[in-house]
Nanobody, 120 residues
Framework: QVQLVESGGGLVQPGGSLRLSCTTS????????IGWYRQTPGKQQLELVA????????NYAVSAKGRFTISRDNAKNTAYLQMSSLKPEDTAVYYC?????????????WGQGTQVTVSS
């Protein structure tokens, strides 16, 4: 049984930092691409934040570039999203996803999400 569990969300002030974790089990982690998506309040559409491929290359949304860093620890079957200089508009539920081919909504495995709230 494949499981992805996000953690590390919470309430943070603007300008602050958080590190999200995506701990996986039941899959061969090192051959999976890992993605982070977010869903903001009132919107159904998922927004891609970042992807880290199985071979280590990364891609970022424009909104995340320069502020967020995606990484992975294959020995721990865990991926991370380090977020800094957080803004109120980063408030969302953050989801991680894993797929061996292509990351995207409706594909692969997904976690249940972790809430990030950026507010003073």
């Amino acid at each position: 049984q494949v499981q992805l569990v996000e953690s590390g969300g919470g309430l943070v002030q603007p300008g602050g930092s958080l590190r999200l974790s995506c701990t996986t089990s039941g899959l061969i982690f090192n051959i999976n691409d890992i993605g982070w998506y977010r869903q903001t309040p009132g919107k159904q559409q998922l927004e891609l934040v970042a992807i880290i491929h199985s071979y280590g290359s990364t891609n970022y949304a424009v909104s995340a570039k320069g502020r967020f860093t995606i990484s992975r620890d294959n020995a721990k079957n865990t991926a991370y999203l380090q977020m800094s200089s957080l803004k109120p508009e980063d408030t969302a539920v953050y989801y991680c996803t894993a797929d061996t081919l292509t990351i995207g909504p409706g594909r692969g495995y997904w976690g249940q999400g972790t809430q990030v709230t950026v507010s003073s």
